[in-house]
């Protein structure tokens, strides 16, 4: 389903907390639109790679908007990496790209890492009127309903970072799919919404051969649905965003 058929559109769900919680679906161009809990999926990399980052032991994450306030982010945060894409490429003087398969075998315990994409951080730092901003993918999906069903918000945004022109978002938007037919208590086949990865515009750009920054372990690790017991809750310290993992007790 392409983002464009099914933007803003609305459901409900009255099995949960959740109880007539109107469920929407914003474009990247959108996000100072979006409003109650948003949930800012990038699958395709962002928010796998963070997830992997966590359960390498990384400490915390911070979102930035480009290059030049990641570098200096990094002159005042002692103890940090930074990891990211420009374009998909990783810009000279970034210790890590965006990959998950990188990042999975990376010594990074400990670490603040400074995150800077070209979808998902910037989905993050232009949600100006969110209740709440949570980052998701397929790999934390899970464990993000876990912590959604039980608050009482009546509107849930979901943020389809990875649908700009050129690039219609499938990905992201069969991940929030996924997520709100599990809120709605659906019985929900995970298989059948990351088919869809492969199948959207950004995968059949990698299946063509014509993607050459993503790897097709990157691509492996972003379709497994459910892996990590965390979601990705972001707050504001200072005057940074802070992304980390919590279990949902």
Same mark, same amino acid.
């Given at each position: 389903?392409?983002? $464009?058929?099914?933007?803003?559109r609305?459901? #409900?769900?009255c099995?949960?907390?959740?109880?007539?919680?109107?469920?929407?679906?914003?474009?990247?161009?959108?996000?100072?639109?979006?409003s109650? /809990?948003v !949930?800012?999926?990038?699958v395709?990399?962002?928010f796998?790679?963070?997830?992997?980052?966590?359960?390498?032991?990384?400490?915390? /994450?911070?979102?930035?908007?480009?290059v030049?306030?990641?570098?200096r982010l990094?002159?005042? !945060?002692?103890?940090?990496?930074?990891?990211?894409?420009?374009?998909g490429?990783?810009?000279?003087?970034f210790d890590?790209?965006?990959?998950?398969?990188?990042?999975?075998e990376?010594n990074?315990?400990?670490?603040?890492? /400074?995150?800077?994409?070209?979808?998902g951080?910037q989905?993050?730092i232009?949600c100006?009127?969110?209740?709440?901003?949570?980052?998701?993918?397929f790999?934390?999906?899970?464990?993000?309903?876990?912590?959604?069903?039980?608050?009482?918000?009546?509107?849930?945004?979901?943020?389809?970072?990875?649908? #700009?022109?050129?690039?219609?978002?499938?990905?992201?938007q069969?991940?929030?799919?996924?997520?709100?037919a599990?809120?709605r208590?659906e019985r929900?086949?995970?298989?059948?919404?990351?088919?869809?990865?492969?199948? $959207?515009?950004?995968?059949?750009? #990698?299946?063509?051969?014509?993607?050459?920054?993503?790897?097709?372990?990157?691509i492996?690790? $972003?379709?497994?649905?459910?892996?990590f017991p965390?979601?990705?809750?972001?707050?504001k310290?200072?005057?940074?965003? !802070?992304?980390?993992?919590?279990? #949902?007790?």
């Amino acid at each position: 389903m392409m983002l $464009s058929d099914c933007k803003k559109r609305l459901s #409900f769900s009255c099995n949960s907390r959740l109880t007539m919680t109107e469920f929407r679906y914003f474009s990247l161009d959108e996000a100072d639109q979006a409003s109650g /809990i948003v !949930v800012v999926i990038d699958v395709l990399r962002a928010f796998t790679t963070a997830a992997y980052a966590f359960s390498g032991g990384a400490a915390k /994450i911070m979102p930035v908007k480009n290059v030049e306030d990641a570098f200096r982010l990094q002159k005042q !945060v002692p103890n940090s990496l930074i990891m990211g894409e420009v374009d998909g490429f990783q810009p000279p003087g970034f210790d890590y790209g965006n990959s998950p398969a990188e990042i999975k075998e990376a010594n990074i315990k400990g670490k603040t890492i /400074i995150q800077r994409s070209s979808a998902g951080t910037q989905g993050i730092i232009n949600c100006k009127r969110a209740d709440q901003i949570l980052a998701a993918s397929f790999v934390v999906a899970r464990a993000t309903v876990n912590y959604l069903r039980r608050q009482d918000n009546q509107i849930v945004t979901f943020l389809i970072t990875g649908a #700009f022109p050129g690039r219609d978002g499938d990905e992201d938007q069969a991940c929030g799919e996924y997520i709100e037919a599990l809120i709605r208590n659906e019985r929900a086949d995970p298989d059948i919404f990351t088919q869809r990865v492969w199948k $959207s515009t950004v995968g059949q750009s #990698f299946m063509s051969g014509k993607n050459k920054y993503l790897r097709q372990e990157d691509i492996n690790l $972003s379709v497994n649905a459910d892996v990590f017991p965390f979601y990705l809750p972001i707050k504001k310290s200072h005057s940074s965003l !802070v992304m980390t993992p919590e279990l #949902f007790s």
